[in-house]
Every structure is written in C-alpha cells, then in structure tokens.
Nanobody
Framework: VQLQASGGGLVQAGGSLRLSCAAS????????KSWFRQAPGKEREFVAA????????RYADSVKGRFIISRDNAKDTVTLQMNTLQPEDTAVYYC????????????????????WGQGTLVTVSS
C-alpha cells in the first residue's frame, strides 16, 4: 500500500507548481485526501483537504486563494495546483489518506491519517 507524491521542484516566487499523488496497493478512491507540508525545523502543517467525493474542500488560511486541491477517483490520484508561490511555501509536501475524520477532529489533525506519501520537495526562491 503506497502513496507516491511527485511534482516538486525549484520555482521562482510568483510561479506555479502542480503536485500529484498516486495510490497503489489498494483503492483510495473512498478516502479523504489531504496535503501537508513541513519546512525545516517546523512542525508538519495542514495545507488542503478534499473529501472522498470531491464535494468538500478545505484550505489552510495561508494558501487559500492560491492553491487548489482536486482528485480523480477513476485514476485514484489527488492533485495540488499551487499558484503565486512564495518563499514561505518552501517545504516538503506530503499527501495523506484517511478513511474518515476522527471524532472531534478536523482534516488538519495529523495523527488522523492512515497512509502517507514519501514527500516531494518544493523550493521557492525569492
């Protein structure tokens, strides 16, 4: 069972990148999917989430209006389109999957995820 994140790289401030996360080993099309990121020396933080059907989406305030999360259940992939990137967006980005949100928690609860991808590095230069 594996989630494979890809699409990271080096981009100048104001640029765009598109991250993808592909699943293998079992079907994740019924799971909620999220993206988190972790900058050097910082805690892992929530970026964006999409529920299993794609109807509900949530974003961290820091990326709202710049990032767009989407999914293709037929291909069992989730994508994060990142626009107007800023140096503070520099981090390793991780995709994650969960069957359901733990009771009393939200999408941003790191421990509530069942599977994690290996991470892809995004570096934004000023």
């Amino acid at each position: 069972v594996q989630l494979q994140a890809s699409g990271g790289g080096l981009v100048q401030a104001g640029g765009s990148l598109r991250l993808s996360c592909a699943a293998s080993g079992r079907t994740f099309s019924n799971d909620n999917k999220s993206w988190f990121r972790q900058a050097p020396g910082k805690e892992r933080e929530f970026v964006a989430a999409i529920n299993w059907s794609g109807v509900r989406k949530r974003y961290a305030d820091s990326v709202k209006g710049r990032f767009i999360i989407s999914r293709d259940n037929a291909k069992d992939t989730v994508t994060l389109q990142m626009n107007t990137l800023q140096p503070e967006d520099t981090a390793v980005y991780y995709c994650a999957s969960q069957r359901s949100i733990p009771t009393g928690r939200g999408y941003s609860y790191v421990a509530g995820y069942d599977y994690w991808g290996q991470g892809t590095l995004v570096t934004v230069s000023s």
